[in-house]
Each structure stands twice: as structure tokens, then as C-alpha cells.
């Protein structure tokens, strides 16, 4: 099973979320900066390193506040663990993503999220979680 962190970075009331390419496996789905944890890597490291590479920035890493599995149709599986990023020092910047955009949580659902999101996309828009 994969292991991946993501961020969930909120400003001014609205939450970052990023487009993949339609390079990327799963083109063009919306999803949540973060990658892979790396052999040897530290969760909360493995999301530092990855919020650097894809959108520049020098994230402090918070609380862990949801972690899920999904088991895609392909047979590939991938266990996600959701962290808070209370502060960050430098500006967004799209290195990676077809798409980067600030977006009220209540609109969250209107976009097309890769499945193994999709429940934390709900109670997110919900309130449920942050």
C-alpha cells in the first residue's frame, strides 16, 4: 500500500487545492498538494519536502487531522494521511499542476476530485474537519 500526506492549507477562509496535469495518471483531477512518503521519511518530512517542491513554499506542518484508504479499481491502493499547515513562510507557486486555486470549502464538491478524496471533500465542505 502507498503511503501519501497531503496539506490542507487554509487562508483567508478558503483551501488550496491543485489540478493535475493531463500528463499525470488521473488526468486533470483535482486533489490536495503532498506526495508520496519516501523510504526512510517521516510523514510530516515527506509532506515538507513534497509542499516545496510542487508549490514553493516552507511549510510548518501541523496536525494530522484525517487518514483514509481507497482501494482503486486498477488494484493499486494508497492509505492518505490529511495534515494542517497552520503557517508557511513564501508565496504559493505553481511548479507542478496544470491548476492551482483558493477555493471556499462549501464549493469543494463542484470540482472533480480523485476519488480517494472524495470523502474528506465532503466533510470538509460539511465543516466536519478544520
Not at 494530522?64 to 490529511?82: D, S, T
Amino acid at each position: 500500500m502507498r503511503q501519501v500526506v497531503a496539506a490542507l492549507i487554509l487562508r483567508d477562509g478558503k483551501i488550496l487545492i491543485c489540478q493535475r496535469t493531463k500528463h499525470q495518471p488521473m488526468p486533470l483531477k483535482w486533489e490536495f498538494p503532498g506526495g508520496k512518503i519516501e523510504e526512510g521519511e517521516q510523514p510530516r518530512d515527506a509532506l515538507r519536502r513534497e509542499l516545496e517542491e510542487e508549490i514553493g513554499i516552507d511549510a510548518r506542518i501541523g496536525n494530522e487531522v484525517a487518514r483514509l484508504q481507497h482501494n482503486y479499481r486498477n488494484g493499486g491502493a494508497v492509505e492518505l494521511r490529511f495534515f494542517d499547515v497552520p503557517e508557511y513562510r513564501g508565496e504559493i507557486e505553481n511548479r507542478i499542476f496544470n491548476d492551482v486555486q483558493w477555493v471556499d470549502r462549501t464549493q469543494l464538491p463542484n470540482f472533480d476530485f480523485l476519488d480517494a478524496d472524495l470523502e474528506l471533500v465532503k466533510d470538509l465542505a460539511a465543516g466536519k474537519i478544520l
